[in-house]
């Protein structure tokens, strides 16, 4: 498989004049070599760089402003007016999710698509018309000689932002949304919760998470239990490591399982069942839990973390705000249980219909 740079051409090459940037026009890229750049499986001076750059750009577009949040609930109206148009009728919310959560970042550079769009729908155009957007970056680092920064580097950052970002938020919400299924009493405590703390006459904001400990438990027991990327990234040691009596060469890979801690029955009372009670105190307040390690830990926590709990708080809440959430699939506790493929778990398919609360 090969990576062609002349595929990116056209979008590319449209705003040169202004950027200074086009793409090498005969340079290619196997899968093997692609595949160590970008933010994820990079190592050394190259990630760090590349992260580096990534943090500076999303800083300066106004990630973890009022202005993001802005743009996320206005991504979750839409989705909530596409769900009231079904009346009822059930419906797979994979794709609906996807898009909407990739039109978040479409709309931190100032536009968004309609979710029939043709040119949304196709994934080559998230990574084509991406380039621009982050060029003017990309023209300060490609002079420089020392920099790990380069075009390939560009794509990679892309698609990890845009692919691994969007598929990883769209399976915690249609997690927690099959766990409020199959666990109606979750659904109504969360119902409970969102009416006594937001109400029915505005929107959920970022401001009321700390006044609502329950749901905020039930979105951390929604990771811990779904357990999204149980073998996290490879890492690799920089020096020769002696660990509990074995001997790591520097360049070895090593595998975080960060399953054996999400389910580890020192750390949470029921491991292998969802249990909303493992992030509340006896008072019902919020806990934290330092082996809940769902974005990584360390200097290569994920740094979409942030933005994946704004995505997360806002999506359900406001959701929950406008409907009751029903489903003629008998579900049972296989259903809620992770399934792994391929390195990650992932939620079933399954559809649920939204009843509208209030009229």
């Excluded at 994979?94 to 043709?118: C, K, Q």
């Excluded at 249609?174 to 109400?199: C, F, M, T, W």
């Excluded at 809940?292 to 979409?304: E, H, L």
């Amino acid at each position: 498989m090969e990576f062609n740079a002349q595929e990116s051409e056209p979008s590319s090459r449209s705003h040169s004049s202004s950027t200074g940037w086009e793409p090498a026009p005969d340079r290619q890229r196997t899968a093997g070599e692609f595949i160590h750049e970008g933010i994820i499986l990079s190592n050394g001076e190259r990630w760090r760089q590349v992260r580096n750059f990534t943090l500076r750009n999303l800083r300066e577009l106004g990630f973890g402003k009022k202005s993001f949040e802005e743009k996320i609930q206005e991504e979750v109206k839409n989705v909530v007016e596409e769900l009231k148009k079904l009346k009822g009728k059930p419906l797979d919310v994979t794709e609906l999710f996807m898009n909407a959560i990739s039109n978040i970042l479409f709309s931190m550079f100032g536009n968004r698509y309609e979710y029939n769009d043709e040119t949304f729908m196709k994934v080559l155009a998230i990574m084509e018309q991406t380039f621009y957007l982050i060029s003017c970056s990309w023209g300060q680092e490609k002079d420089n000689p020392s920099s790990e920064f380069n075009e390939w580097n560009l794509v990679a950052i892309i698609h990890n932002f845009f692919m691994a970002g969007t598929e990883a938020v769209s399976s915690m919400l249609r997690n927690a949304l099959l766990i409020n299924l199959y666990h109606p009493e979750v659904q109504e405590k969360l119902h409970s919760e969102v009416d006594g703390v937001i109400g029915r006459d505005r929107i959920p904001n970022i401001k009321d998470r700390p006044n609502m400990p329950y749901t905020e438990a039930v979105m951390h027991e929604v990771l811990r239990f779904g357990d999204l990327a149980p073998f996290s990234v490879p890492h690799m040691v920089t020096k020769d490591v002696e660990f509990k009596g074995y001997f790591l060469p520097k360049g070895t890979e090593v595998y975080p399982l960060l399953c054996t801690v999400h389910r580890d029955p020192t750390k949470f009372e029921t491991p292998n069942k969802f249990n909303p009670n493992h992030f509340l105190d006896e008072n019902g307040k919020f806990m934290k839990n330092d082996a809940m390690m769902a974005f990584s830990a360390g200097k290569r926590i994920c740094p979409r973390e942030q933005l994946a709990w704004m995505e997360a708080f806002l999506f359900l809440t406001m959701i929950l705000q406008n409907f009751n959430l029903t489903s003629q699939t008998r579900l049972t506790e296989a259903d809620i249980t992770p399934k792994l493929a391929g390195f990650q778990n992932f939620p079933i398919h399954y559809e649920l219909s939204f009843i509208p609360r209030y009229l």
